[in-house]
Each structure stands twice: as structure tokens, then as C-alpha cells.
């Protein structure tokens, strides 16, 4: 019997549907890796399981938790199960936790709501629990604050209190989405092993194909409220039977056609730059200032796209401010076509070089029309060209939009089209040099493939260069010529992309690859 | 800790350095000669130089400035002019009435909103908090003097409950003393317990839309001990703020009513210094006050701080 | 739904002051100069709709000339408040971080330490009272309120990436607080407009209750109230009518300005 079989549920928020017939299973110590893009409602499956859904939901159908329908229960029996059979994990572990609890109480809240027990044995099991899940109190003190622990710490804090009372079934939404690839591979290594010990059946929902390959027994793949494919996780590499099973995995793996950077003259050169940030001031001077970048040389040729890798931190997107000439250096130098970059550059500076930024949603100023937006940089140019309206149609048709797109407003796009939007917006000076600062991460994979394929495109025919910075090493494999990998303000491992990655010779390159979730060889549609 | 309250600390000085400087030169700078807005334009010349000496007029700005400051430290407001008594001991007996006063009105303003504000967040656009929300409307829109006129008329003319005005002093007891208090304090209250109920509401609702309020959900906490024990406490931060704000509001602010219920206090002494053009005692007291609030800030800092182990470690 | 109604609730209740306001520049009930103390104190009637003062004048003509007093000091305070604390906002955004900022948010800390009423007080005392120190009084302390309001409101912006993307565009920060920054806070600053528009119109009321706001003969609310009180037993209308003049007003403010927020909010517009 499965621990947890959901059938044919429907579930409407105020009238309008988000789940169309969901049907799963998890068997006991199952690990069930539920896939699909952002609106498939795969999170919206998960709340439907522990009924904490937004205000207005309606479900039908049925949700048997150990042959209980939990639709059927009410509001205090709920909460006897929450927790306690069904613990919950998810996506942000920075704000998951009340700041103003220290990580012991927080715990051993979970057994104090469900045990009749006094407050030391509360405590003696959230300290074993955090144990559990790696946190130690010889290192890590129960009388911690969330805020004094990193992300991949709290998460693990969040994973104490879902397991605090060995649940049967644990669902994890999104667990690692936020974080880095190598605390990525350290959560999922741990709810992989809680799962194994406890016997715990594990709903692992995420939108990487590459993260449940590497640990899940069975696959479902969700689209639009629908579940449109499932089986064993075997399926990757026999063959997916659904034709958007089949477009997903090919996203996921896709490698956009390009032809390949010819070697031009050097048009940027980073040279020992040094980019500090001053102390923080206090009443007795300043604190020692952080040096973000430290010591970067590097050059980018015309036509080539060069990649820059590193977790969050590592100082690439303060590399990236000082490349741009938006924020000073405190040492070494950079020069664009010959000439320094520095904060009061000169305009035509500026206009060689151009940005595309990573949130397709904040990029943009709400209240301007599209024309406006992309016509922005013509504010480098001496004087506003004459075919402004031509150009900036030309630029997004370029970019696979139309002219009649001008007179719209940006919330009337979706994300891949606003991505789209963005780099019209880089486009329309005709710069030398594109900067694209995780310019696809936000991003589903399949739109994310059609991006990829469109800069590929954009390269070849006008001859772009790329500085492409990515924390994802799929994505820099697939797009550049040359990669630099980046670990606290300093580039430890340069050169040609394909032989970074499959011979790379620096400890903290071959830690990444390693840690990077991959699909199974022979995995593709 | 300790870096965050110093820190706190010189900004309070500062503060205070600041704000007795804004007061000098508005008083005694603004005005040219002090002595003669004091005495009217029919002064006469040796009465003038009487007072001029007699208020220290004749030395430089800055060593004015200074003895007035100092004077203060030690407790030495100076003399008042029209009274003709030491201003230290007036505002002493003032604050009979304006400290307890305003406390009170705290009390009374906290007691109605922290509970209409926690079961209007609780319910959330249902029936309940529809009301609440419109009686606090209507509470911000009372001017609070109008409304302690009607209090008289009905509590006091027509029901005689309670004094139409004066205050009975605290040598009889407590009650008598309370008594002439419960008008003002319920006037004052009103609004700032319709300000309170509506921030109340609100930091309660944002925190219960938190990310931890889910988690808190997910362990098996009822919707209920969700809201005890996690959006409470970090509702209470702008809260906190709120109170502080209304207290030094509460204490300076009576002028108004105390007006109204003819109480003897704070404001009212400013106002009739004010009239008798006694720059002297207005000096004082307004320092007093601006005193008063910054100190009130500075306790709500360190509250803060009590409350969030962030501040606590932060630098 | 809910705010549509406050919002239309809100606007009908100021739209039927303004209008008084303004109507009464070209009529009134009956001139609120002339004296006729043989009719003095009467109750509501035909006649005299909300009855007559103590001096026998038309407390409802009273009434609509003192809205002109309330609207005009609120109104000029407010404007002074938007007028300087705006740019102040919007320069200590700009300069977030540096000195300048830190000046600027000192100067509001010390304003939000003065007692308001009391440094309108001092104001009037030194100065005299009159309408016009009212105004300033009232305007002095809507500056920190919106230089706040606009500096908070602001530096969630200045962290979104199209200001970046205008940074990279060659802009400075000047440019980009006008072009970028003030049309995406002027929602709020409508909103926290008729709040402190209401707030104006009460505090103007106060300082004429204590005689520090427009002297006579010019008609005020507050002052129709101070006057109102010693006769309360024997003429409750006096002050019944005037204290509702005030407390519509003000509530039609507020509930605007709550409407206002809803209807302005593009979150809860996309909720919608």
C-alpha cells in the first residue's frame, strides 16, 4: 500500500483552476521527484497534502495519507498530522525561520506541539534532531539566531524541525533553488540519507530535472495542473514517452548552435583590479575594509563569449559593477578599446558596452512604455539619432518580438519576453560588448533554451562579444568559448570551456563540477 | 550590545546639544531683545536694563547659551519672571498632573489596542474587522477637544460622574486625583488608541504573511498559536516605535485638553507663559520636553534591542 | 471592493466641503459679519439651519467660510511639507550611505523630536498668531513626514536593476531620481498627502481653539468651537456642529486617502 496516494485532485483558488486531476504515489521510503516549470503546480500539490493552501483554495478528489483521506479530516486533526506525519520543507530557507527565536526553541517547537513532554526533553530531542541534519551543538549552539547562520545552515534548521518526529512522509519544495551548487549537493546528500534511515517517504518537487535524476525512485512530470507523465526515474534514460517530457529533457540539456568565437583584438583588459569595500564605520574608526575582488587580470577578445563562474559571494557581480565603470577600483586597471574604464567615463564609453541583468520582473521601469525603455541607452548618444522609433523596432524584431510591442507596457510581457526585452535594450547602441550578469537564470529551461539560442544567434550574426556570468555551469558550458572560474574575489582556473570542464586542474573547479547535479548519461530526448 | 547602546547613547547627546541650541536661538535669538518683547513696547528704558541684568542678557550669546545649559545640569532652571519663582520647583508641580496624565492616556490607549488590533488582524476581513477598522476611522477623525467637550456635557453636566474640569490634587488620595484625570486621560487616549489599533493590525498582518508563519503552520501549530507565538513578538518592533512616539506626543501634546478641563500642566504652563511672554519658563519647559522625547526614543531603542537578537549583534 | 468604497465614501464627504468652501466665496446663508444678538443661541430651524451662535450668527454660513480657512492652511502645509521634504527624500536616497543622507536624516530625527504643538506654539508666540504662522507651524512638520515617506519608498528602488540599467545608460543621479525614481513614489506621496492634509486640518483646528490660528473676524472652526464651550449646557448646537464640520472632513480624508492607497497599489490591483 502507498504511504500517500493522491487521486484525481482538483484544486481551484477562488473559481479559477491550478490543479486539473492530480494523481500520485509515494510508497514507504520512496523517494517520488516531482518536476515541472513554474504555474504546473507542483508546489500547489504540495500544500494540497499538508491543506496549507492560500486563502480561497477549494480541493476535490482525494489525498490518502496512510489510507486516511486528509480532505476529509478537520482543522485540529490536520494540525495532529502536520508535523508530525508530514513534515515540510521548503524553498527560502532565509526567511523560513522567525528571526527572533533561537534555533533550539524553533525545533523543539515541533515536539512540544505534538508530545506531551517537559521542556528538557523537548530540548534533548531538537538537539538530536539538528544532530541529525548535521548541525552539531558543539558547533552550532541551540541558542544560535537564524540570522547568525548561513543559508545552507538554516535550511538544514528547517530540515531538524520537519524531522524532529521521524514523519512518515517529507516533502520538500524546492529544498536547494536557493542555494549554491555545493551546499546544493550537501542538503540533497542529507535528505537523501534521513530519507534511508527513517524509511520516510520523500516528495521531492523541483524544477531540475538534473536534481531528481540523481536521487529520486520515480518521476512525475506536471504541466498546467496536470501530471503528464510518471514512472521510474529510468524513463530519463529509456526514453520519456510525453512529447513535453521529451521538449523538457531536450531544454535541459540544450547546447545552442554556434559558431564558435574567431580570435579578434582585445577590446576589455582587466589588469590586478582590486575592488574594496570600506569598513563598516563605528565609534572607533573603521572597520578593516573587504576586499570583493581581489588581484583579477583577464582579457575578452572581439566575437568571443567568455564565462564567468562562481557561488554567491565569490564577488563576480561586484567584478561586474566595476567592469561597467559604475563603481571606482582601488587597484590595478581596466581598459575598454584602449581607453580606462572609471566611473566618470565619457558617454561613448558607455555606449560600447552594455548590460543585461538576471530578474526579468525588476528590470524594467513600470511606468514606460516598451519604445521608451529600449530607447533609454540612445541617452549616450550625442544627439538622439533621427530613425530612433526604426532602430528600436529593428532591435526588437532582432530579438524575435515585433515593432507593434513599442506601444505596450512591460507588465504585459512574460518573463522570457521581457529577457527579450532587456537585451533589445543592450542592443540598440550597437555595442561591442554585452554583459550579461545571470541573464538566464530566472528563467524556465525551456524558455531559458530559447534565450540561449537566441544570443547564440545574435552573436554570430552581428558579431557580439560576450562576458556571460552564471553561477550555473550548465548554461556557461553551453554558451561560451572560454570560462573563469571565481572563488572569493579571485579567478583561480582559466581557459578554453571544454577543457575547464572536463580536465580541470583547480581543487575548487573540480569541487563545483562535481557538486553540479547531472542527468544520466545516455538521458536525452 | 554594548556598541549598539553607546552608539545609541551620542546620538542622544547630540540630539540634545542640538535641540537646546534650536531653543536658545529661537528664544532669546529670534526675538532681538528678549527683555523688551518680554516687557511690551511701552517699557521703560531703566526697567529694561533692570531686567536685562536681572536675565543675564548683557553677556555674550555663547556664555548665555552656556549658563542656561549648565544651569539646567544642576537642576537651576533660573527664576521665572512674571511668577516670580524658581521655574524648577513650577515644573515639579506641573508634572503632577502631566506625567500621570499621560500615563494614563498610555494605559488606556494600549489597553483598547493591543486586543482590537490583535482579533482585527485575527480576522481578517470578515465582520469583526470591518468594525474595528471603522470605529478607528473614527477615532482618527475626532478632533480630541471637541470630543472632551461632549464627554463634560454628558459625564460631567448632565451625569456629573466625573468633574467638569480643575484637578483635585493627590493629597485627598488617589481617587479624587484619578477622578479629575479620567476625562482628559479617556479624550487624549481616543486617538492614539486608533492610531495603535491600526499599526497593531497591520505589523500583525504582514508578520502572518511571513515565510516562518508557514513553517510555524507546517510543525502543527494551530492558526492561533501561529500568531502567539511567532507574528506577536515580531509585530510588537513597530509597535514599539508607535508607543514611544505617543507617550512624548501624550506628554507634550495636553496642552489642548488640559486647556479644555482647566488642569494645571505642562502645556498649560507653556501656554500661559506664552501669553505673559515669560521666555524664561517657555525656554524651560520646551527644552523639558524635547528632553523628554529623546530620552523616550532612546528607551525605545534599547526596547529594540530587547526584543531583536539582530540589533543585538549587529555591529 | 472595500476600497472602492472608502475611496468613494471618502471623496464624496471632500468634495461636499470643498464645494462649501467654495460656494460660500459667492454666497452664504446669511453674511457671518452681521451681528444680531437678539437672535442669538437659537436651535436649529428653518431659518437658520444648524441655528445661530452666540452673537446671532448663521452657524451654518459660519461654517462654509470656515472651511475656507481650514482648507487653505492644510492645503499650503501640505505644500510646503511635498515642496521641501520631497527633494530632501529624494537627495538622501540618491546619496544613500553618505553624508548627505546621514545630515538630512539627522535634521528629520531632530524635527520628530520637537513636540509639534508646542513648537507651533513657540512659533506663534515669538511671531504672533495669525493664519499664516499656522501654516508655517503645520508646514515645518510635514517636511520630515515626506522626506521619509520618499527616502524609504525610494531606496527599494535604487536597488532594482533598470535603475542600474539607467545607470548604464550614462544617467546620473539627478536625472534618474526625477525620471526614475519620483514618478514610481508619487502614489505614496498622494496617499500620505491626504493623510496629512486631514492631520493639517485637525491641528489647525487646535491652534485656533487656543487662539493661536486666524484671528477674528475670520470665521475658523476651532475658534467656533472655543467660544462654543462655556454656553455648551445652554447651546449644544454651537458646538455640536462645528466639532462634525471637522470630524467629516477629516474622516472624508482619510477614508480617500486608505482608498486611494488600495485603488494605487499595483500589487493589490493585480490581485484584483
Not at chain 1, 354 to 360: A, E, I, K, R, Y
Not at chain 2, 177 to 194: D, E, F, V, Y
Request: aromatic share 6%; glycine share 10%.
Amino acid at each position: 500500500m502507498s504511504l500517500l496516494r493522491i487521486e484525481n485532485l482538483h484544486m481551484a483558488i477562488h473559481g479559477f483552476p491550478v490543479l486539473k486531476g492530480v494523481s500520485l504515489a509515494v510508497g514507504v521510503g520512496e523517494v517520488l521527484g516531482v518536476i515541472g516549470e513554474s504555474g504546473s503546480g507542483k508546489s500547489m500539490t504540495a500544500f494540497s497534502v499538508m491543506q496549507l493552501l492560500p486563502e480561497g483554495a477549494v480541493c476535490t478528489g482525494r489525498i490518502l495519507l496512510d489510507g486516511r483521506d486528509v480532505l476529509d479530516e478537520d482543522e485540529a486533526a490536520l494540525c495532529r498530522m502536520r508535523g508530525r506525519d508530514v513534515g515540510m520543507v521548503f524553498q527560502e530557507p532565509m526567511t523560513a525561520l522567525n528571526p527572533l527565536k533561537n534555533i533550539g526553541a524553533q525545533v523543539a517547537e515541533t515536539v512540544q506541539i505534538h508530545a506531551r513532554v517537559g521542556k528538557a526533553e523537548a530540548w534533548a530531542r531538537a538537539r538530536e534532531a539538528l544532530a541529525r541534519a548535521e548541525l552539531p551543538e558543539e558547533r552550532f549552539p541551540m541558542s544560535r539566531f537564524p540570522h547568525e547562520l548561513s543559508g545552507g545552515q538554516r535550511q538544514r534548521v528547517v530540515i531538524a524541525m520537519a524531522i524532529a518526529l521521524r514523519p512518515k512522509l517529507l516533502i520538500a519544495d524546492e529544498p536547494t533553488t536557493a542555494l549554491d551548487v555545493t551546499t546544493q549537493a550537501q542538503i540533497l546528500a542529507l535528505l537523501a540519507r534521513l530519507a534511508r534511515e527513517d524509511g520516510m517517504g520523500l516528495l521531492l518537487i523541483t524544477h531540475d530535472l538534473a536534481v531528481v535524476a540523481g536521487m529520486a525512485d520515480r518521476i512525475a512530470i506536471m504541466k498546467n495542473g496536470e501530471v503528464v507523465e510518471e514512472g521510474p526515474v529510468s524513463l530519463l534514460q529509456a526514453g520519456l514517452q510525453h512529447p513535453y517530457s521529451q521538449a523538457l529533457l531536450a531544454a535541459s540539456t540544450h547546447q545552442p548552435e554556434r559558431d564558435g568565437g574567431e580570435d579578434g583584438d582585445v577590446i576589455l583588459k582587466a589588469e590586478g583590479v582590486i575592488r574594496d569595500y570600506s569598513g563598516k564605520r563605528h565609534l572607533w574608526g573603521r572597520a578593516a575594509p573587504f576586499r570583493a575582488v581581489d588581484q583579477v587580470s583577464f582579457t575578452i577578445r572581439r566575437g568571443e563569449s567568455l564565462g564567468l563562474v562562481g557561488e554567491s559571494g565569490c564577488g563576480k557581480s561586484t567584478l561586474t559593477r566595476a567592469l561597467l565603470g559604475l563603481e571606482p577600483i582601488q587597484g590595478g586597471a581596466i581598459t575598454f578599446r584602449g581607453q580606462p574604464v572609471h566611473p566618470a567615463m565619457g558617454n561613448e564609453m558607455r555606449a560600447g558596452m552594455q548590460v543585461v541583468f538576471q530578474d526579468p520582473y525588476g528590470s524594467f521601469n513600470p511606468r514606460w512604455r516598451v519604445e521608451k525603455l529600449v530607447s533609454e541607452p540612445f541617452h549616450l548618444m550625442p544627439e538622439q539619432p533621427q530613425n530612433a522609433r526604426d532602430r528600436v523596432a529593428e532591435a526588437l524584431e532582432a530579438v524575435g518580438l515585433t515593432s507593434a510591442d513599442m506601444e505596450k507596457y512591460i507588465h504585459e510581457f512574460s518573463g522570457g519576453q521581457r529577457q527579450r526585452i532587456a537585451i533589445a535594450r543592450a542592443l540598440i547602441t550597437r555595442p561591442d560588448l554585452i554583459v550579461l550578469d545571470e541573464a538566464v537564470s530566472a528563467l524556465d529551461v525551456s524558455v531559458r533554451a530559447q534565450v540561449l539560442d537566441l544570443l547564440a544567434d545574435l552573436s554570430d550574426r552581428l558579431g557580439l562579444t560576450y562576458l556571460f556570468i552564471s553561477h550555473d555551469l550548465n548554461v556557461v558550458r553551453a554558451i561560451t568559448d572560454r570560462v573563469m572560474v571565481m572563488q572569493r574575489g579571485r579567478i583561480v582556473e582559466e581557459g578554453p570551456t571544454d577543457q575547464v570542464f572536463t580536465h580541470p586542474s583547480h581543487d575548487y573547479t573540480r569541487q563545483l563540477l562535481t557538486a553540479a547535479p547531472k542527468l544520466p548519461e545516455g538521458a536525452a530526448a | 550590545m554594548l556598541r549598539y547602546v553607546t552608539k545609541r547613547f551620542l546620538s542622544l547627546c547630540v540630539a540634545l546639544v542640538v535641540a537646546s541650541a534650536v531653543i536658545f536661538t529661537l528664544v532669546e535669538v529670534v526675538p532681538g531683545d528678549p527683555a523688551s518683547f518680554m516687557l511690551g513696547i511701552n517699557a521703560q528704558e531703566d526697567t529694561l536694563a533692570a531686567l536685562r541684568e536681572e536675565l543675564g542678557l548683557n553677556g555674550s550669546l555663547l556664555s548665555r547659551y552656556l549658563d542656561w545649559v549648565g544651569g539646567m545640569v544642576r537642576g537651576d532652571f533660573g527664576t521665572s519672571y512674571t511668577y516670580r519663582t524658581d521655574v524648577a520647583g513650577m515644573i515639579a508641580d506641573r508634572m503632577q498632573v502631566s506625567l500621570p496624565l499621560a500615563l494614563y492616556a498610555l494605559a488606556l490607549s494600549t489597553l483598547i489596542a493591543f486586543p482590537a488590533g490583535i482579533w482585527a488582524a485575527a480576522r481578517r476581513g470578515r465582520v469583526g474587522d470591518v468594525a474595528v477598522m471603522g470605529a478607528t476611522q473614527l477615532g482618527l477623525a475626532v478632533p480630541n477637544f471637541w470630543f472632551a467637550m461632549l464627554m463634560v456635557l454628558v459625564f460631567a453636566i448632565k451625569l456629573r460622574w466625573f468633574p467638569a474640569g480643575g484637578f483635585a490634587g493627590w493629597e485627598k488620595g488617589l481617587w479624587p486625583g484619578l477622578k479629575s484625570l479620567t476625562l482628559p486621560a479617556i479624550a487624549l487616549a481616543l486617538p492614539q488608541a486608533a492610531i495603535l489599533t491600526r499599526v497593531m493590525r497591520s505589523a500583525l498582518i504582514d508578520a502572518l504573511g511571513e515565510d516562518y508563519i508557514r513553517t510555524a503552520r507546517a510543525k502543527g501549530l494551530t492558526r492561533g498559536q501561529a500568531l502567539r507565538r511567532h507574528a506577536l513578538r515580531n509585530a510588537l518592533i513597530p509597535v514599539l516605535t508607535i508607543i514611544g512616539m505617543q507617550f512624548s506626543f501624550l506628554l507634550a501634546g495636553a496642552i489642548i485638553i488640559e486647556n479644555v478641563f482647566f488642569l494645571p500642566g505642562l502645556g498649560r504652563l507653556v501656554f500661559q507663559s506664552i501669553s505673559a511672554r515669560d521666555l524664561i519658563v517657555v525656554e524651560s519647559v520646551v527644552m523639558l520636553l524635547v528632553f523628554a522625547v529623546i530620552v523616550v526614543n532612546f528607551a525605545v531603542d534599547l526596547a529594540y534591542a530587547l526584543v531583536d537578537p539582530r540589533l543585538r549583534t549587529r555591529e | 471592493m472595500k476600497g472602492r468604497v472608502s475611496l468613494w465614501l471618502g471623496l464624496g464627504l471632500t468634495l461636499v466641503f470643498a464645494l462649501a468652501a467654495a460656494v460660500s466665496f459667492l454666497w452664504v446663508p446669511q453674511d457671518v459679519t452681521q451681528l444680531a444678538i437678539a437672535n442669538k443661541m437659537k436651535p436649529p430651524s428653518l431659518a437658520h439651519l444648524l441655528g445661530t451662535d452666540h452673537l446671532g450668527r448663521d452657524i451654518l454660513s459660519m461654517i462654509m467660510v470656515g472651511a475656507r480657512t481650514s482648507i487653505a492652511v492644510a492645503l499650503v502645509a501640505v505644500g510646503i511639507g511635498m515642496g521641501l521634504g520631497v527633494p530632501l527624500g529624494l537627495t538622501a536616497a540618491a546619496h544613500r550611505g553618505g553624508w548627505l543622507d546621514e545630515i538630512i536624516m539627522r535634521g528629520n530625527d531632530l524635527v520628530f523630536a520637537f513636540p509639534s504643538l508646542i513648537i507651533a506654539i513657540l512659533i506663534t508666540a515669538v511671531f504672533g498668531p495669525s493664519a499664516l504662522n499656522a501654516i508655517i507651524a503645520i508646514g515645518i512638520f510635514n517636511i520630515p513626514v515626506f522626506a521619509r515617506v520618499t527616502r524609504g519608498a525610494a531606496l527599494s528602488l535604487w536597488t532594482r536593476d533598470w535603475i542600474m540599467a539607467a545607470r548604464v545608460a550614462g544617467k546620473g543621479k539627478a536625472r534618474i531620481s526625477v525620471e526614475h525614481i519620483l514618478p514610481n513614489v508619487l502614489n505614496l506621496l498622494i496617499v500620505q498627502g491626504t493623510i496629512q492634509f486631514s492631520l493639517g486640518i485637525l491641528a489647525e483646528a487646535g491652534l485656533s481653539y487656543v487662539g493661536l490660528g486666524a484671528q477674528p473676524p475670520t470665521p475658523s472652526w476651532g475658534r467656533m468651537l472655543a467660544e462654543s464651550q462655556t454656553m455648551i449646557s445652554l447651546a449644544p448646537h454651537m458646538a455640536i456642529f462645528p466639532g462634525l464640520a471637522i470630524l467629516l472632513t477629516v474622516l472624508g480624508l482619510n477614508l480617500m486617502g486608505d482608498g486611494l492607497r488600495d485603488w494605487l497599489d499595483p500589487r493589490l490591483r493585480r490581485a484584483r
